[in-house]
């Protein structure tokens, strides 16, 4: 969920620029069951225009009419969202709003972070409570420096409420090497996941960013050149030059980097053989960069298409980075959200 905080931040910030009202809500607790858990936020502009979503759409309308008296007074309070008579989904939801007023100092520090790939922590005290309530609101923290969003003092130590606690690990990153066709429609499906996008090409190739629709970043690049500094556990890549010796000197390259997964096109056969001869050039290569490998990539859901196949490739990536054994949830017992 860190892009989705991530672009409230920088909607509340174009917005308080032009002199228009934020208010952050925040799901903080749950009785039952609801369409999103604990800890998802949106924004809501005085213009009445959002950003985000706690649910499904139908919690919006309320917030939007339960965030006029924030604008008015700029008194944070909770409000309640019982969706056991309306949706089905047999839960109450309690929502923080509060006003969000993020300062220069505070974007340019939370910004700098998310470049720099650091986790960051959303600390939100709150009352199981419907009503306004002294120090209730939300604070981020990073490292020790404790940024409230509603831009007022606070002594966090003398604060005796309910606290909800997130820890938002950097944003999620896919890292495509390759610009062919399915590439481009690979890199369409991750944006509209939240996912940020990096494109890397060969160093002859003719096309630009311009053709990789929701790609953050266009790279051109020799496996020897590439830089690997952003790989980290929040980083997924996928192989797909479509050429085995280049997909080979890239293995190669991100042979000490430690990405949660790394996809690779094509059969068995060819994954087999690519991995012989990736252990001949590194034979003392680190066994869990090779339990990241997964070839072909992808979850048999008998994908066709380019589209079909970036779906698959995707839910590999969901499944694996989330620890799930992928079945379907008609057949599942439970709960449909893990704590």
């Not at 087999?272 to 001949?280: H, R, V």
Request: charged share 25%; aromatic share 8%; with cysteine.
């Amino acid at each position: 969920m860190t892009h989705e905080f991530k672009n409230i931040v920088h909607q509340a910030s174009l917005a308080n620029n032009k002199g228009i009202k934020t208010v952050l809500a925040s799901v903080v607790d749950l009785d039952g069951s609801s369409y999103r858990r604990p800890g998802v936020r949106m924004l809501v502009l005085e213009n009445g225009n959002m950003v985000g979503a706690v649910s499904g759409g139908c919690v919006e309308k309320e917030v939007l009419l339960q965030s006029e008296s924030v604008f008015k007074t700029g008194n944070a309070k909770i409000m309640t969202y019982d969706g056991r008579y309306r949706l089905g989904c047999e839960g109450v939801l309690y929502i923080l709003l509060e006003l969000f007023q993020p300062d220069e100092k505070f974007t340019s520090v939370f910004f700098n972070f998310l470049e720099n790939r650091e986790s960051f922590e959303l600390l939100s005290f709150f009352k199981k409570e419907v009503g306004i309530h002294t120090e209730i609101g939300t604070h981020v923290k990073i490292n020790d420096k404790l940024f409230s969003v509603s831009g007022k003092e606070t002594k966090m130590e003398t604060i005796k409420l309910p606290k909800f606690k997130q820890t938002m690990p950097p944003c999620f990153k896919l890292i495509i090497i390759g610009a062919e066709h399915d590439a481009v429609q690979l890199c369409k499906y991750a944006a509209l996941t939240g996912w940020e996008v990096t494109v890397v090409s060969g160093v002859s190739e003719t096309k630009s960013i311009d053709n990789f629709p929701g790609a953050n970043q266009f790279v051109c690049s020799s496996p020897e050149n590439l830089d690997i500094k952003g790989i980290d556990n929040q980083t997924a890549v996928v192989l797909m030059t479509h050429n085995f010796a280049n997909d080979l000197r890239f293995l190669v390259a991100l042979q000490k980097t430690k990405p949660t997964y790394i996809g690779l096109l094509g059969p068995t056969k060819r994954r087999d053989d690519l991995i012989s001869q990736f252990l001949e050039y590194c034979p003392d290569v680190d066994y869990g960069f090779l339990d990241s490998i997964h070839g072909p990539a992808g979850l048999d859901i008998g994908s066709e298409t380019p589209q079909e196949i970036a779906v698959s490739i995707i839910s590999e990536i969901l499944a694996y980075s989330r620890h799930r054994n992928p079945i379907s949830l008609s057949k599942k017992t439970g709960k449909i959200h893990s704590k």
